[in-house]
């Protein structure tokens, strides 16, 4: 298989009669589940997308999900998934710069957009709900189109040095690899069940969602985390495999259970996007018997490696070896590599992996080179090959596994009437996980309170400063640059 109908209808064929989606009490087999991307295949053919187009997703994890973005790629066209936390102005951001001719979503977000279609000139159509009529459409397999493993299927957005997230477009091919590479690696097969309360949207929920459709695994799926029907699907669903960042395990190590529930099924909990901090990798195991696993990866080459040695309560700060096809080198600042167990930074070569940054030549130069993607993570490898991230050299903020660009929040920091300057960074709390912090010069008197709703209509919840501290002046160098460190 080269292209992601192909790996699709490989997985309808093998797998027709085994579950496929489970969105609580609704439930779809592949094969179910593939007569519904024909239809919405016919669906998309009958509003005139076509190869090259390009389809912005606006949907939680659900069958209506899955079905759109195998339609999507059914018809040669390009899915740009989004997260349903980002708020209107940072939608249309995405519509805009992706060039997006179709927007799909639900009742809730068609309301909120309804002024923006006009701007963007991007249709909405409500494909989840009950005003949703794609069902009507025939059941036509033959709408696939003739794709080349080369051209784009996805596009996903890289957070930005500018104030802006990056185009990072993945091939058909990339996805494949990707599929290929994780699945070799983790030794899944059709009996196992992914619980995704990470969103698909995102690169680390869409690298094990397209894994689990390759192996024919059940995707069970929750719209948004909570704990406590976490642990009910868990048990319900004989779910084997949860992919999850350290703050749903540290929120889940503290729910306080009536009655040990039956987790017996887990055999694999995978975090990733952020650090897993000592103490809920011990709560979590003591709590319900499994350590989690960190796995690594990036928006630009997908997943890199995982943690699934033995001694795991000895290197659970690893985030393990590269998996399969993937080649790991830790350089030093001369771009020679260093000996095992320095820190330099990791640079990854995978044929999953974009191409570079759409429209940015510099950018894309800069951290692509020699065929590596220079990730800006600092780490290094022990004699056994296991990889550990010791710090970074960007500026990005990580807020459960979500990057948070300080120069997009400072832009809109800095919109507001009264805020003449802004500097964002990241603070730790007291568990070592990062927040982000706001240090503002104003113009006027202003309230925190007002800052943080000003923030909240326009960005998404987790890039809203939780700690605001206002001053008379930013400290500069002097080229002018300011100096973060200092605002610590």
Same mark, same amino acid.
């Given at each position: *298989?080269?292209? &992601?109908?192909?790996?699709?209808i490989?997985?309808?064929?093998?797998?027709s /009669?085994?579950?496929?989606?489970i969105?609580d009490?609704?439930?779809? +087999?592949y094969a179910?589940l593939g007569?519904?991307?024909?239809?919405?295949?016919?669906?998309?053919?009958?509003?005139?997308?076509?190869?090259?187009?390009?389809?912005?997703?606006?949907?939680p994890?659900? #069958?209506?999900?899955?079905?759109?973005?195998?339609?999507?790629a059914s018809?040669?066209?390009?899915? !740009?998934?989004?997260?349903?936390?980002?708020?209107?102005?940072?939608i249309?951001f995405?519509?805009d710069?992706?060039?997006?001719?179709?927007? =799909?979503?639900?009742?809730v977000?068609?309301?909120?957009l309804?002024?923006?279609?006009?701007?963007s000139?991007?249709?909405?159509? !409500?494909?989840?709900?009950?005003?949703?009529?794609?069902?009507?459409?025939?059941?036509?397999?033959?709408?696939?189109?003739?794709i080349?493993?080369?051209d784009?299927?996805?596009?996903?957005?890289?957070?930005?040095?500018?104030?802006?997230?990056?185009?990072v477009? %993945?091939?058909?091919?990339?996805?494949?690899?990707?599929?290929?590479?994780?699945t070799?690696?983790?030794?899944?097969?059709?009996? /196992?069940?992914v619980?995704? +309360?990470?969103?698909?949207?995102h690169?680390?929920?869409?690298?094990?969602?397209?894994?689990?459709?390759?192996?024919?695994?059940? #995707?069970?799926t929750?719209?948004?985390?909570?704990?406590?029907?976490?642990?009910?699907?868990?048990?319900?669903?004989? !779910?084997?495999?949860?992919?999850?960042?350290?703050? *749903?395990?540290?929120a889940?190590?503290r729910t306080?259970?009536?009655?040990?529930?039956?987790?017996?099924?887990?055999?694999?909990?995978?975090?990733? $996007?952020?650090?897993?901090?000592?103490?809920?990798?011990?709560?979590f195991?003591?709590?319900f018997?499994?350590?989690?696993?960190q796995?690594y990866g990036?928006?630009?080459?997908g997943?890199?490696s995982?943690?699934?040695?033995?001694?795991?309560?000895?290197?659970f700060?690893?985030? $393990?070896?590269p &998996?399969?096809n993937?080649d790991? %080198?830790?350089?030093?600042?001369k771009?020679?590599?260093? #000996?095992?167990?320095?820190?330099?930074?990791?640079?990854?070569?995978?044929?999953? *992996?974009t191409r570079?940054?759409?429209?940015?030549?510099?950018?894309t130069?800069?951290?692509?080179?020699n065929?590596?993607?220079?990730?800006?993570? =600092?780490?290094?490898?022990?004699?056994?090959?296991?990889?550990?991230?010791?710090? %970074?050299?960007?500026?990005?903020?990580?807020?459960?596994?979500?990057?948070?660009?300080?120069?997009e929040?400072e832009?809109?920091l800095?919109?507001?009437? =009264? &805020?003449?300057?802004?500097?964002v960074?990241? *603070?730790?709390d007291?568990?070592?996980?990062e927040?982000?912090?706001?240090?503002?010069?104003?113009?006027?008197?202003v309230? +925190?309170?007002?800052?943080?709703?000003?923030?909240?209509?326009?960005?998404?919840?987790?890039k !809203?400063?939780?700690?605001?501290?206002?001053?008379?002046?930013?400290?500069?160098?002097?080229?002018g640059k300011?100096?973060r460190?200092?605002?610590?």
């Open positions: *298989m080269n292209t &992601v109908p192909e790996l699709f490989s997985a309808v064929n093998a797998f /009669d085994s579950e496929a989606v969105e009490a609704r439930r779809v +087999t179910g007569r519904l991307v024909n239809k919405f295949s016919s669906y998309l053919t009958s509003l005139g997308i076509g190869p090259g187009d390009r389809v912005l997703i606006l949907l994890n659900s #069958i209506e999900f899955v079905t759109a973005f195998f339609g999507v018809v040669g066209a390009v899915s !740009v998934p989004v997260s349903t936390a980002f708020k209107k102005q940072e249309q995405y519509i710069h992706s060039g997006a001719t179709l927007v =799909l979503t639900d009742g977000f068609a309301e909120l309804k002024d923006s279609a006009s701007e000139a991007a249709p909405i159509r !409500v494909v989840k709900g009950g005003s949703a009529d794609w069902h009507k459409c025939e059941d036509s397999a033959s709408d696939t189109a003739v080349d493993p080369e784009e299927v996805i596009y996903l957005y890289s957070t930005g040095s500018t104030g802006k997230p990056k185009r477009a %993945r091939t058909h091919k990339n996805l494949i690899a990707l599929a290929d590479n994780h070799r690696t983790v030794g899944w097969d059709e009996n /196992d069940r619980l995704f +309360t990470v969103p698909i949207s690169t680390y929920g869409l690298g094990n969602f397209i894994s689990s459709i390759k192996i024919g695994a059940a #995707i069970v929750q719209g948004e985390f909570n704990r406590r029907k976490v642990l009910e699907q868990i048990e319900k669903e004989s !779910v084997t495999v949860f992919p999850a960042v350290p703050v *749903m395990l540290d889940l190590s306080r259970l009536e009655y040990p529930g039956d987790l017996s099924s887990l055999k694999l909990v995978i975090s990733a $996007g952020a650090p897993l901090p000592e103490p809920t990798f011990r709560s195991h003591s709590k018997g499994i350590y989690p696993r796995l990036s928006t630009e080459t997943v890199i995982i943690n699934l040695g033995g001694s795991i309560e000895k290197r700060g690893s985030v $393990g070896r &998996v399969k993937v790991v %080198r830790v350089l030093d600042d771009g020679g590599e260093v #000996i095992s167990g320095e820190v330099g930074e990791i640079t990854v070569k995978s044929p999953s *992996m570079g940054y759409y429209g940015l030549p510099e950018e130069s800069e951290v692509f080179k065929g590596y993607y220079f990730t800006g993570d =600092l780490g290094r490898i022990d004699p056994d090959g296991y990889i550990y991230i010791v710090g %970074r050299k960007k500026l990005f903020i990580n807020i459960s596994g979500n990057k948070v660009d300080p120069g929040v832009n809109v800095t919109s507001h009437p =009264l &805020v003449s300057e802004a500097a960074l990241g *603070m730790n007291e568990k070592g996980n927040l982000v912090k706001a240090v503002l010069v104003t113009e006027g008197e309230k +925190t309170g007002e800052i943080i709703e000003y923030c909240r209509d326009r960005l998404a919840g987790y !809203v400063p939780r700690i605001i501290e206002f001053t008379d002046e930013l400290p500069r160098s002097p080229s300011v100096l460190e200092r605002l610590k």
